[in-house]
């Protein structure tokens, strides 16, 4: 048995993990590596102890420049004499002219407006509003402005120490972890028991085959990465030396590069530069790229060269998504269609009508709206298909002999993302699609991969039973060849045909073919992608629609009113003594529920006295984890009201926070609403309101009697919300079905 993670760290962890993962690299990417490379290895294999963590500590921290006062730690004793033998073995240098910037950047908002100040003696000379100027406004006019060696003089330029060898860590690091997203905090998390690795194999080979491929995609990382605070200079100089780009056809690199082509053309266009643009989309034939050079052309009155690219892309499509879009832009700027297919489908979906307390979860309110029809149906999106995927092909994906994985804290196989996973494992892939066409082998399958590899990290199956059981029941009535046909398209493209999938998915009686609903409320688009995976649904042989909501008090709807009595107002420490609640619908009171409930400490004396519940009452009461089901299954899937909601529903939260569940859902506060519908009252306190509106509240803080106050509260805010909602729509309408 493994013993358990530390709760602290040993005081010199990040060199260990340093040094694991330069053994790594060392082992399986020489090939990888050239002289620089090999020269920082060696160098700093011969680093005294001290002065290897000096530099793994820089080289974790941000920034490349460093004041000798910001580098102190504990477990380094003499800070100095390693910062000596780092510049001597060439791992650190003092700073030059060129580092100006970066070590004015160091400094605070209120040191760089005292320099400023000081350099511009006359007032006249500075420029205006220097004094309101913000921190990057005033580090820009520094560096343009201040002389290196007025800004620090040789006495100051011994505060400071530039790390060497920057890119050559940084390499290292991307040839371990395959991305410039990671770092060695992934070791510290893994050694925590915060993270789990993979356990899918120990003898992982490189993910890089040369040198050229690993340099390739560095580059292309590096571009990417640099893009996202490029200035419009540093964009025109990037897209002057795309020719010069490294010219890899190694999948990995060739995707690298399609991003970056994409991102650094997006970049042009919103900067105005149109033309660059173009030129840099040219380079590129993978979708988005091509799409934007499309309607750039167009948009530039080159509408031949537009049609001729269009028809090229619609004969040979890089993804589904390409030629969705070269058909649709065909059909509407060549052969005049009025309306593209995105926006036809949006326009015929059906109309749900949903009670407007959903607001915030439009899907779950969606689905229970639906379940009242005796269906089943739940809010899922690309879970059961990603789901299902993983376990279909689970040993394709992380058998020790299959498994295309690179380190331990990777759970994506590289083939894909490159998109060579079918052709590695055609024949396999072929014969599990065809086992879909036996339910009852397929749900054998499923279920033994589920009980082998149940818990184990990995980037596709959720451990979860709720949604387990709905893959299955999607295996056992889905039509025949309909899953195969999806998977099919996930196995040959999966970056693209991995997500896009309906909201709902929903089963009516007992062996129907499940149908998919994609839920959109005023305001929202259809994704392209959604529109291929619903196309793609329905040649499958599922039902598919896209409902628009419109939002309405719903007479039919269910509200539980709960009141809420506590030993104190913190939820974090205090806890509850009374429940309260009270169901509501159609206006009526239809049923009541309560508990006293024990906290587990003294009541204060002063609580006692003001709800009237002691000690005594509560000694023999259950703990909240006791009655935590039977409140649940009461609460079931209506609003949660309260009056001044934060505090009953944090109190609910956080009590089964504490059991390990989650407590969520739609949330109506009459206290809100109070204001909204009776605006001008002096107080909208309960007893006020209480008061005003002539509801009896007998037994003032005990739970069950403001519940049922707050309950017929409600009543009379629901009918100001009911001709609210009709003046909004004209008239008082009932929910249509989704069904066409």
Same mark, same amino acid.
Do not use: K
């Given at each position: 048995m493994n013993p358990p993670p530390p709760d602290v760290l040993p005081s010199r962890y990040y060199l260990g993990h340093f040094l694991e993962m330069l053994d790594f690299v060392a082992s399986r990417y020489d090939h990888a590596l050239d002289a620089a490379h090999r020269s920082f290895?060696?160098?700093?294999?011969?680093?005294?102890?001290?002065?290897?963590?000096?530099?793994?500590?820089?080289?974790?921290?941000?920034?490349?420049?460093?004041?000798?006062?910001?580098?102190?730690?504990?477990?380094?004793? !003499?800070?100095?004499?390693?910062?000596?033998?780092?510049?001597?073995?060439?791992?650190?240098?003092?700073?030059?002219?060129?580092?100006?910037?970066?070590?004015?950047?160091?400094e605070s908002r209120n040191e760089l407006l005292a320099r400023l100040r000081a350099h511009f003696q006359n007032e006249n000379e500075a420029p205006p509003r220097l004094a309101s100027m913000k921190k990057a406004a005033l580090l820009k006019l520094a560096t343009t402005t201040l002389p290196f060696e007025v800004a620090y003089p040789d006495s100051r330029r011994t505060e400071y120490l530039v790390q060497r060898r920057e890119d050559e860590v940084a390499y290292l690091l991307f040839l371990y972890f395959g991305s410039l997203d990671r770092d060695l905090t992934s070791f510290a998390l893994r050694d925590l028991g915060r993270v789990r690795t993979a356990a899918f194999r120990d003898d992982f080979e490189a993910r890089f085959t040369s040198r050229d491929a690993a340099w390739a995609c560095f580059f292309h990382a590096k571009t990417l990465q640099s893009l996202e605070e490029a200035e419009p200079e540093s964009l025109r100089r990037l897209s002057a030396s795309v020719e010069e780009w490294p010219d890899c056809r190694e999948p990995e690199a060739e995707l690298l590069r399609h991003r970056a082509l994409h991102r650094l053309g997006r970049l042009l266009e919103r900067d105005g530069q149109g033309d660059a643009a173009l030129a840099v989309y040219s380079r590129s034939d993978q979708y988005p790229a091509t799409e934007r050079r499309v309607r750039l052309l167009h948009q530039g009155g080159r509408v031949e060269e537009a049609e001729e690219l269009l028809r090229h892309l619609i004969d040979d499509p890089s993804c589904d998504g390409e030629l969705l879009f070269a058909e649709d832009f065909l059909e509407r700027k060549y052969q005049k269609k009025r309306t593209g297919r995105l926006t036809e489908l949006l326009r015929s979906g059906p109309v749900l009508a949903l009670d407007e307390s959903g607001r915030g979860h439009p899907e779950l309110t969606a689905a229970?709206?639906?379940?009242?029809?005796?269906?089943?149906?739940?809010?899922?999106?690309?879970?059961?298909?990603?789901?299902?995927?993983?376990?279909?092909?689970?040993?394709?994906?992380?058998?020790?002999?299959?498994?295309?994985?690179?380190?331990?804290? !990777?759970?994506?196989?590289?083939?894909?993302?490159?998109?060579?996973?079918?052709?590695?494992?055609c024949e396999r892939i072929e014969e599990r699609l065809r086992l879909l066409d036996d339910p009852e082998e397929a749900l054998a399958l499923l279920l033994s991969n589920w009980e082998t590899h149940r818990g184990t990290p990995n980037a596709f199956v959720w451990w979860d039973e709720v949604l387990f059981v709905l893959v299955c029941q999607l295996v056992s009535q889905s039509p025949k060849g309909a899953l195969a046909s999806i998977l099919g398209e996930m196995a040959r493209d999966f970056r693209h045909n991995r997500s896009g999938f309906p909201d709902l998915v929903v089963f009516e009686e007992e062996g129907a073919v499940p149908r998919f609903v994609e839920i959109k409320t005023e305001g929202d688009q259809i994704r392209r992608q959604q529109l291929v995976q619903i196309e793609r649904l329905r040649r499958a042989g599922f039902p598919v629609e896209v409902a628009r909501v419109r939002w309405i008090v719903d007479p039919e709807q269910d509200y539980v009113v709960v009141d809420?009595?506590?030993?104190?107002?913190?939820?974090?420490?205090?806890?509850?003594?009374?429940?309260?609640?009270?169901?509501?619908?159609?206006?009526?009171?239809?049923?009541?529920?309560?508990?006293?409930?024990?906290?587990?400490?003294?009541?204060?004396s002063f609580i006692a006295r003001l709800t009237g519940i002691s000690d005594e009452m509560v000694a023999q009461a259950p703990p909240f984890a006791d009655i935590a089901a039977d409140l649940r299954d009461y609460l079931g899937d209506a609003v949660f009201v309260a009056h001044r909601a934060k505090f009953d529903h944090g109190f609910l939260k956080a009590e089964f926070g504490r059991l390990g569940e989650d407590f969520g859902?739609?949330?109506?506060?009459?206290?809100?609403?109070?204001?909204?519908?009776?605006?001008g009252l002096p107080s909208y306190g309960l007893g006020s309101l209480c008061a005003h509106f002539g509801i009896p509240l007998d037994s003032h803080h005990r739970a069950l009697c403001d519940a049922r106050a707050t309950a017929e509260l409600l009543i009379r805010i629901n009918e100001k919300r009911v001709k609210a909602s009709a003046s909004e729509t004209g008239e008082i309408r009932g929910e249509p079905s989704i069904r066409d």
């Open positions: 290895l060696g160098d700093f294999g011969r680093l005294s102890e001290e002065a290897r963590c000096l530099y793994v500590r820089i080289a974790n921290r941000r920034g490349r420049i460093f004041r000798r006062d910001q580098l102190r730690y504990e477990e380094i004793t !003499d800070p100095e004499t390693a910062s000596a033998e780092l510049i001597g073995a060439d791992f650190l240098r003092s700073p030059e002219s060129r580092d100006l910037g970066r070590m004015l950047a160091t229970r709206r639906i379940a009242r029809n005796g269906a089943t149906a739940a809010h899922v999106e690309n879970r059961p298909w990603q789901q299902l995927f993983g376990l279909l092909f689970w040993d394709l994906l992380y058998g020790a002999e299959h498994a295309s994985l690179h380190d331990p804290f !990777d759970f994506t196989p590289q083939d894909l993302s490159t998109g060579t996973f079918l052709d590695r494992h809420l009595e506590t030993t104190g107002g913190d939820p974090s420490f205090q806890r509850i003594t009374e429940i309260g609640a009270v169901r509501v619908r159609n206006g009526r009171i239809i049923d009541e529920w309560s508990s006293l409930v024990n906290p587990g400490r003294r009541i204060p859902g739609p949330i109506l506060c009459t206290v809100v609403e109070s204001r909204r519908h009776f605006p």
